[in-house]
């Protein structure tokens, strides 16, 4: 019987698809590949020993069999690749991001992300809103210019965070 594929990859494979189809999709694929290399790696510790190599504060990516799966830990896991490729002498790091905006900016990797720290600390993500966030990534994406689609994310992640705060001022009140 074949294993199901984690849906953190199935979201990883579509996204693949999508940005090898746009002009520009060999940089996006690159985002892609080392946000899910530098999310492999802070589940599987390899980040806490590439701090230790680089001389920076490993505990950041958490303890093991407990990683922190965040935006602002990607991008502390770019900063010391990057670090490690200049020490070793490479001038031209291929660590050039996914940066905590780039994630936070775009709700394609956003949902990834997500869908990744979901899996890495044994909780599901939301599911009674994880169809409805596909469906709104999918209707984002067949908006056909970028600058567009990030305008309408943008607004979709603002609303979001608005809801959330009513919820958060309604159950105060309701107290």
Known sequence: MSEAVPLSEQIFQRLSEEAASR???SRVLGTLRRLREACDDIVSGKARDYARKAGMD???FGRPGRPILNSKTIQDYVEIRER???MSGDLNSEWTGPHQSTIRGREDLLHY???RQAEASGKKFHPERAPRAAKVI???ATVPLREDRDV????IEKLRRESAQG???RRALED
Request: charged fraction near 25%.
């Open 84 to 86: 490690l490729s200049t």
């Open 23 to 25: 002009p520009r999709g």
């Open 152 to 155: 309408l994310s943008m607004e």
């Open 167 to 169: 919820n958060i001022l």
């Open 138 to 140: 999918d209707i984002v």
């Open 113 to 115: 992300l997500r869908q």
């Open 58 to 60: 490993a505990t950041r």
